[in-house]
């Protein structure tokens, strides 16, 4: 409705309709007007307002969609009256016209609807809008006969003059004061003395101020039939406003519900896009833990087995070498050595010419006892023997541990990548190494996000985890040395450690930080 304008609103039940006539209604207005729209030019369209009704208020909003100041055509006087009357005339009668001609207008009902809408019920009933006359409540009125225009419009009200009704006035009031003179004979005895120059200006004085009177009260009726157009276009306006309100009411809860709807499809779609994809990257580890767990139980199968032989043939070194000490403590003592045998004496010279005595035969000595047989030296180790155990070895027969730790600046890369991830560490370390590290940009935005993204320990973290274990599995009588490679080609020497130091040792290791650069 904000292309239309509201002429009134008034009671439904205004005007009585004539005997068998129909109310019009919006219905009946948009037959009309879409007939007249193909035989008559716009103009003529427009002389009949639209009804609006309110059927539970009983009123009546009546619309036109001319543009300007709607004003009651009783209200107009001179030329604009008398143009509006005319422009009336005419536009009614191309209707009356058209409504009789058989050949164009072939529904007789339709015929009698067009002449009917051509009556009105009184003057009042009439608006001009910007010289355009606008009928309302039309059809209520009798049909007047061919070539007749209503008769409280066949000649224009002629223009009030002022001068008339001074005249009148005077007239009149010349009039009274003679009669009154003449019937208490005043007029005989004032006669000689009568001033009616005087009297003639106090009527005119008195017309002056009846006609001022009279234009300020006409111009106060039309600022208040102005006041009552305005209220009844602001009472329409208002309505309109209280229905587009709601109506906009309506269309932002309605924009709200889709907005809200809008974006609980949005983010369902991205959780299950999200779901989707969550469930082939676990798809994926899946697949990626059944293969690392197939290669940790065939190769924890294979440490066992080499395990197995190893202790198998620990053991068999073992039976031999206890066999061998077995076979060493069982073997009887040596015999002793013979003593060594002492050379006789020279015999003595015998005197010359002296008897010779027979010499006694003397007692043979006893055989000497043989000599005790040498210690058996320890036996030989047999090449393939394992070495002795620890506590079955002297101290001097312990080996040394030596310990060779990389605490450079490629130990913080995690210790456990995929391929993608593991190939940008390479690339760039590589690079590093050959150009250094001003000239690889091109690989650092890769080992940045590697180094970002990747979870688990780093390759220090895991060696350290390793150190300790070999630490605390060697025997008591096994001394570590640590030596440690934090930057390229120097080398730090931290000592060798007892068993008694070996947990200053391990503190040693936990706390080393990866440097910069890779001696590798």
């Not at 006609?211 to 600022?223: F, I, S, V």
């Amino acid at each position: 409705m904000a292309d239309r304008l509201r002429l009134a609103r008034t009671a439904a039940d205004a005007y009585a309709l004539p005997a068998g006539v129909p109310r019009p209604d919006t219905e009946t207005y948009r037959q009309i007007v879409a007939l007249l729209r193909r035989h008559l030019p716009p103009a003529v369209v427009s002389v009949l307002a639209e009804p609006v009704e309110h059927p539970g208020a009983g009123q009546v909003d009546w619309f036109t969609g001319l543009a300007g100041q709607p004003a009651l055509l009783r209200t107009l006087t001179g030329p604009a009256r008398t143009k509006a009357v005319k422009l009336l005339g005419d536009r009614l009668e191309a209707i009356r016209s058209l409504a009789a001609r058989p050949a164009v207008i072939r529904s007789e009902a339709l015929a009698r609807t067009l002449l009917q809408a051509t009556t009105y019920p009184s003057e009042d009933a009439i608006f001009v809008v910007d010289g355009q006359p606008v009928v309302t409540f039309w059809g209520y009125g009798e049909p007047a006969s061919d070539g007749a225009a209503p008769a409280e419009l066949e000649a224009p009200r002629a223009p009030r003059t002022q001068l008339w009704l001074l005249t009148l006035l005077a007239v009149t009031v010349l009039a009274a004061l003679a009669g009154a003179a003449w019937y208490f004979g005043v007029l005989e005895r004032l006669f000689d003395r009568t001033d009616y120059a005087a009297l003639l200006a106090e009527e005119r004085r008195q017309g002056e101020t009846l006609r001022r009177d009279l234009l300020r009260r006409e111009r106060r009726l039309a600022e208040a039939l102005r006041t009552c157009a305005l209220q009844t276009s602001l009472d329409g306006l208002r309505s309109e406003g209280t229905v587009l309100s709601k109506q906009l009411a309506e269309l932002r809860e309605q924009a709200r519900n889709r907005v809200a709807f809008c974006a609980a499809q949005a983010e369902s779609q991205r959780l299950q896009a999200e779901a989707r994809e969550l469930a082939s990257r676990l798809q994926a580890l899946r697949a990626t833990l059944a293969r690392r767990a197939a290669t940790c139980r065939d190769q924890a199968l294979a440490e066992a087995r080499a395990e197995n032989r190893r202790l198998q043939a620990k053991l068999k070194a073992l039976r031999k070498r206890l066999k061998d000490q077995r076979d060493a403590c069982n073997r009887p003592p040596p015999p002793p050595k013979p003593a060594p045998v002492k050379p006789p004496p020279p015999e003595p010279k015998p005197a010359p010419d002296t008897p010779t005595p027979e010499p006694k035969p003397s007692p043979t000595p006893a055989a000497p006892a043989a000599p005790a047989p040498p210690a058996p030296p320890p036996p030989e180790a047999k090449p393939g023997a394992l070495p002795p155990c620890p506590g079955e070895r002297p101290p001097e027969d312990a080996p040394d541990v030596g310990i060779v730790l990389d605490a450079s600046g490629s130990m913080r890369t995690p210790a456990v990548l995929d391929s993608a991830s593991a190939a940008a560490v390479t690339a760039f370390e590589a690079c590093v190494a050959v150009m250094g590290p001003l000239m690889c940009a091109p690989f650092a935005a890769a080992y940045e996000m590697v180094m970002q993204t990747a979870h688990g320990p780093t390759r220090l973290q895991s060696a350290q985890q390793s150190v300790s274990s070999v630490v605390r599995s060697l025997p008591a009588d096994v001394d570590v040395a640590l030596a440690v490679l934090e930057d390229c080609p120097r080398a730090t020497d931290y000592g060798l450690f007892a068993n008694a130091q070996r947990g200053r040792l391990l503190q040693t290791v936990n706390g080393l930080t990866p440097r910069e650069g890779t001696p590798l």
